[in-house]
């Protein structure tokens, strides 16, 4: 597997000016807030949203201060999602160290999510970058129906396949299209460009969110047995719908019974997976992420080859092949 580090390569400076500039947008005359933020920036992620924004821009044309401004008014509001999700979610671990939440509290949690959602909105507007920021705004608007879909039809644990796409297209997949849209809005108005490039991120998004599904139900921590998060969540995702849409009434009872009112025990979050592994779930879902691997990579094929498009479509792999 291409390592993240070498798809970096035709980005670097631009990352390197990115990590330099980007904890700025975050400055404030609130002590606290900085001790918030800090902790933020010293805990940061892969990145793949600045780097699809930069890559994106790079493969069809020369980055500029727009690019920037992109990449940080994304970074920012994704952020603010993230520490808000945390809260919705009671979660209280975050890529691997404590969650804001979990050391602050909630109330201080989300009105930090608050704030760097503003520095995103005026980062933009001080750039004159209108474009950009109703670019994000719908993205952010789509993501939050997104969340408010699925916890509407979670209670009932009874989400269709169909609608599992639509809540994961709002949910995940919007904010990875604003990242390619934006990255091709900094360097060109065409808009044929533009609807190419927000459906490759679509694509990306929807493969990215099928992965996230399927490292539920693999090996991923240190003794080796799948975590099951989304089970003892309740979260209803696509490995699981396929296993109950062809499970006979009296097993899809059972595993709903289990998930209902036994997702904490270990034994029956095992079960459960067994279950699904094999009526073919895990098969299923591989197949429909590669599905849509390969619609987002036919769609640069239309572009001019180059070193930032063949990173793109490392990333693209790195995706669906990474272990967490």
């Not at 952020?79 to 979660?91: K, M, R, Y």
């Not at 750039?127 to 608007?141: F, G, K, P």
């Not at 592994?277 to 180059?306: H, P």
Request: include cysteine; charged fraction near 25%.
């Amino acid at each position: 597997m291409v390592k993240l580090n070498d798809i970096k390569t035709p980005i670097k400076k631009e990352l390197k000016k990115f990590n330099l500039a980007f904890p700025k947008y975050m400055n404030s005359n609130i002590p606290l807030l900085n001790i918030l933020t800090k902790y933020i920036i010293r805990r940061k992620g892969k990145q793949i949203r600045p780097m699809l924004v930069f890559l994106t821009a790079k493969m069809l044309g020369e980055t500029n201060s727009s690019t920037f401004t992109a990449a940080s008014l994304i970074e920012l509001l994704h952020t603010a999602t993230l520490i808000h999700d945390d809260v919705v979610d009671e979660s209280y671990e975050r890529r691997g160290f404590l969650s804001i939440n979990a050391l602050w509290k909630s109330k201080i949690a989300v009105l930090l999510g608050d704030f760097l959602l503003s520095k995103g909105l005026l980062l933009s507007l001080e750039n004159n970058e209108y474009d950009q920021l109703q670019i994000v705004s719908e993205a952010v608007r789509e993501m939050s129906e997104g969340e408010l879909l699925q916890i509407q039809n979670s209670r009932k644990l009874n989400i269709t396949e169909s609608l599992y796409y639509e809540i994961t297209r709002k949910k995940t997949a919007a904010l990875i299209a604003a990242c390619t849209t934006c990255g091709a809005r900094s360097v060109t108005k065409d808009t044929t460009v533009l609807k190419d490039f927000k459906k490759f991120g679509e694509n990306v998004g929807m493969a990215f969110q099928i992965k996230d599904d399927l490292l539920d139900y693999e090996n991923s921590n240190l003794i080796g047995k799948p975590t099951g998060n989304d089970i003892k969540e309740k979260k209803v995702t696509l490995p699981l719908i396929y296993a109950l849409e062809h499970a006979v009434a009296k097993d899809r009872k059972h595993i709903i019974h289990l998930i209902r009112k036994k997702n904490n025990k270990t034994k029956a979050i095992s079960e459960i997976i067994t279950y699904v592994k094999n009526k073919g779930g895990i098969e299923y879902a591989v197949s429909k992420m590669n599905a849509y691997k390969d619609t987002a990579v036919r769609i640069l094929d239309k572009f001019e080859n180059s070193q930032s498009r063949q990173a793109l479509i490392e990333l693209v792999n790195f995706t669906i092949t990474r272990n967490k």
